[in-house]
């Protein structure tokens, strides 16, 4: 244990002495002052990197909804789904989830990480050929951690493919046994990059070996597609993937994760995978939140289209005063920083000198040298605000940082 404890110490020790090391910046969301929150000494801060992308989690839509269900089912779901902890808003919910993405049925979980881990995990531990042949599954080099981990919790053969690389991609998939089942892993909108994926040339090439599909859209559900259904529903190719994962924790503004599909594969996953059997189901009262943020964000074209005006809006502010964004096609807009204690120090200094927060995105979640800030400007972002934050970056960013970027 001693042995543990001093590895510990030295762990630690580096990661400070990288200034990577991580410390919670304590906030206290106000539903009726977002995007502003209060820190422990009462202070009004501006969030620029909330997920809450649609600024949902205040809506009276949802807090009603949420009151009513708590103090009509109580706090907790006093169980797993399979043992007394399914209410008729977890069936209504996934009802709906299912039809935001035009699939057959849909299953809930406690988080988009456990959505992920535990949906991959078990496809890739089953043996659908009955010859106890290993999947061969392909996974987009900056795919999330949590697909990484239902990857590596199975006995699949892993290919990775380097990002958005379809030629690499194709190359992969020729190269492995032709019977061997398949599965493509990979998201539509990814979060540091701020990039999208070619969501209908990867369903060409799955449909070309006979792969299975499997998207993460948990930073485009809500957002992208006529109805929030996703970059996939955007580009009009959802019914041609498999397994849709979601989350209802971004910008619908609530929490828990999901996946959808053919009925009969998420009934598989329902029966046995072991990260939904055993987990105490959503409350009740996150449920009914969730259920009314899908209902009214669906209805909500308004609230869709500020959140891509206020991106663009806070985009051209940065071009226009040489501050090094990184190009995005997507909501998130990245601000290349390069050094880790640099890109703390930034963001400490916009907190505590400017009242506005930013998180620093530091080594291992993008490789050393692409430290950045990463803003996430909603529809409750105002001009002023952007005009505020662009005067604090370059009164913090040194000049030849931001040349050198």
């Known amino acids: 244990m001693n042995a543990f404890h001093d590895h510990c110490r030295r762990s630690l020790e580096a990661i400070r002495a990288q200034g990577r090391y991580r410390t919670f910046t304590p906030l206290q969301k106000r539903a009726d002052d977002f995007p502003y929150y209060l820190r422990p000494d009462g202070t009004r801060v501006l969030v620029w990197s909330s997920n809450d992308y649609l600024a949902m989690g205040g809506h009276p839509v949802l807090v009603a909804a949420a009151c009513e269900a708590v ?97 690499h991609l194709d190359a992969l998939l020729r190269a492995a046994p032709a019977t061997a089942p398949k599965l493509i892993a990979f998201e539509s909108v990814y979060s540091m990059d701020a990039d999208i994926s070619p969501i209908g040339a990867i369903c060409d090439l799955a449909d070309s070996y006979g792969a299975m599909t499997h998207l993460d859209e948990v930073h485009a559900v809500g957002m992208y597609g006529p109805n929030g259904g996703g970059v996939s529903e955007r580009d009009g190719v959802a019914h041609r993937i498999d397994i849709i994962e979601g989350t209802l924790a971004k910008a619908f503004g609530c929490h828990g994760g999901y996946i959808t599909g053919d009925a009969e594969v998420v009934d598989f996953i329902r029966s046995t995978a072991p990260g939904f059997i055993f987990t105490t189901s959503l409350p009740p009262m996150t449920a009914a939140a969730a259920l009314a943020s899908v209902r009214h964000v669906r209805q909500d074209h308004v609230r869709r289209a500020a959140l891509f005006e206020r991106a663009a809006a806070l985009k051209a502010r940065f071009d226009a005063a040489g501050l090094p964004r990184i190009a995005s096609v997507s909501h998130i807009v990245p601000l290349h920083i390069g050094d880790a204690g640099l890109c703390t120090n930034v ?40 005009n505020d934050l662009v005067d604090a970056l370059l009164a913090i960013i040194p000049l030849e940082r931001r040349q050198a970027a």
Not at 122 to 146: C, E, M, R, Y
Not at 358 to 379: C, M, Q
């Open 347 to 386: 963001s400490q200094r916009l907190l505590n000198e400017f009242g506005m927060y930013a998180t620093p995105i530091n080594y291992p979640t993008v490789p050393r040298g692409d430290e950045r800030l990463r803003f996430t400007p909603g529809p409750l972002h105002t001009d002023a605000m952007m």
């Open 71 to 167: 103090q009509t089912m109580g706090a907790g779901a006093g169980g797993t789904r399979n043992i007394s902890g399914t209410s008729p808003v977890h069936d209504d919910l996934e009802t709906e989830l299912a039809a935001l993405h035009g699939k057959q049925a849909a299953l809930l979980f406690t988080s988009g990480f456990v959505s992920n881990q535990a949906a991959l995990s078990t496809i890739l531990n089953s043996d659908p050929n009955g010859a106890d042949q290993p999947w061969q599954v392909f996974s987009d080099a900056k795919n999330h951690a949590s697909m990484i981990a239902g990857i590596k919790g199975s006995r699949a053969v892993v290919n990775v493919f380097r990002h958005n690389d379809l030629t």
